[in-house]
């Protein structure tokens, strides 16, 4: 056996050249740079993409540094689908700015800059204020990350046209697609055309043989689906539907820190369930990073009303003073709705926003999930939500004892420590609980 890892210099369309030959050619490898000299090289790219035989052109990868994207296309267009990894600045745990906003082009930017400042320095004076509230409930050890608390529920008061950076990775098949649908985004088009172009510059930089692909894709059609959202919509936050009760056994491979489950599917893989789900902006950003349990998110100017999230600890201490803030922010909205329509309005809409999705899970990933946010130290707003879809399953007979937070899924396997958050332990011994005492208090 022989095995090679390539190097990162190697042109894509190579790669795709090189691995399509390879499925035909009985005496070994071709490699890239065999394809990149073969006369029928590009003929041949043409034909198979064409085609639809599209894993050619999955092996290779960009990763892309971004800054400055609004956080409403990333949750639009980069997040809103299952073939992307990213890392992003987080808003619960690094201080933001006043002047990252996004002013959609055919706009007063004195009038935004204005509401955006005026939002900000609501979100500062939220997080001062917060502040006390939250290191009077952290236990002692954790008392130095109040502001940290703090800043986290504030953040459901700044606008999604906040800027944001990060390292976005996606297979060249994505990277068209993204130039495909750019044009055909419900909201935030004109930013969204904006990267597309700057993205098609960067990937011609690597590879001019990109450019027949690259025109292909702006030139296809393509459509928003429009959903009905009155088939799903329920009287309840969340709504857990069509459950396919499945039953499977729980090992180590669910605990570990691998994930094995990932690479060994069991009969977990059988049951599953639908949802509908009313959540805020902030808490859909969590949730899009579950990229094994997509959704339906449809367009904002169908499903749109005033409609927000509150967080428990704000509803308790500073609900007058909240609400002003979110009065202001949709009084700017409506207006701007009337001059510039939803699409680019949308960007004055503050985090804590409601919307509504049709989500799909299946056992075995929906584990992860339940490990990643029923730990005491997810976001709240998303922790209730997978508390309410457990709870429906549980009532419905799913024997749901499965779907635990990491630490007491470590305990049920035996594996030390119980809680694998290290230093950033909450300090409740959520292992010791059964499911009807898991309770938050931030």
Avoid at 166 to 182: M, Q
Avoid at 307 to 326: F, G, Q, R, S
Avoid at 345 to 355: C, E, F, G, T
Wanted: glycine share 4%; with cysteine.
């Amino acid at each position: 056996m022989k095995i090679k890892i390539l190097d990162t210099n190697y042109k894509p369309t190579d790669i795709a050249v090189g691995s399509a030959r390879s499925c035909y050619f009985g005496k070994g490898i071709v490699t890239p740079d065999s394809a990149s000299n073969w006369d029928k090289k590009n003929s041949l790219l043409d034909s198979i993409f064409k085609a639809g035989h599209h894993t050619t052109l999955q092996h290779y990868h960009f990763t892309i540094l971004i800054e400055g994207m609004s956080r409403h296309l990333i949750w639009r267009l980069l997040h809103s689908h299952i073939f992307y990894n990213s890392e992003q600045v987080s808003q619960r745990y690094a201080k933001m700015k006043a002047e990252n906003f996004y002013i959609p082009k055919k706009a007063n930017k004195d009038e935004w800059n204005k509401y955006y400042q005026k939002m900000f320095a609501f979100y500062e004076k939220f997080s001062e204020k917060l502040e006390p509230i939250m290191k009077e409930k952290l236990p002692k050890f954790q008392k130095h990350i109040a502001n940290k608390k703090a800043g986290e529920m504030a953040r459901y008061l700044l606008p999604v046209g906040m800027k944001a950076h990060l390292y976005h990775t996606i297979n060249v098949i994505t990277a068209l697609r993204y130039i495909n649908v750019a044009q055909f985004l419900p909201e935030s088009r004109e930013e969204a055309l904006e990267f597309v172009t700057k993205l098609e510059r960067e990937m011609l930089k690597i590879d001019k043989d990109l450019k027949p692909l690259i025109e292909f894709a702006k030139k296809e059609k393509a459509i928003f689906p429009k959903i009905d959202m009155t088939k799903f919509r329920s009287e309840k936050d969340v709504n857990v539907f069509d459950i396919v009760n499945y039953d499977f056994e729980m090992n180590e491979n669910y605990a570990g820190i691998l994930r094995a489950n990932n690479l060994f599917f069991d009969e977990s893989l059988l049951g599953g369930f639908n949802s509908y789900i009313k959540l805020s902006f902030s808490a859909d950003a969590q949730n899009q990073r579950h990229r094994r349990s997509p959704a339906i998110r449809p367009a904002l100017k169908d499903i749109y009303k005033k409609d927000y999230y509150i967080p428990p600890i704000i509803k308790e201490n500073l609900l007058e003073e909240y609400n002003e803030a979110i009065e202001y922010s949709y009084k700017f909205f409506e207006e701007q709705k009337e001059i510039l329509g939803v699409d680019e309005a949308v960007y004055a809409l503050v985090n804590a926003h409601n919307i509504e999705i049709i989500q799909k899970d299946d056992f075995n990933e929906f584990t992860h999930k339940a490990q990643m946010r029923l730990c005491y130290n997810a976001q709240q707003e998303i922790f209730d939500v997978i508390y309410e879809q457990i709870r429906q399953l549980k009532q419905n007979g799913v024997n749901a004892d499965k779907f635990l937070p990491p630490c007491a899924l470590r305990f049920k396997q035996g594996l030390k420590p119980y809680c694998p958050e290290g230093d950033r332990f909450c300090g409740v011994k959520v292992w010791k609980f059964e499911f009807e005492e898991y309770k938050r208090e931030i």
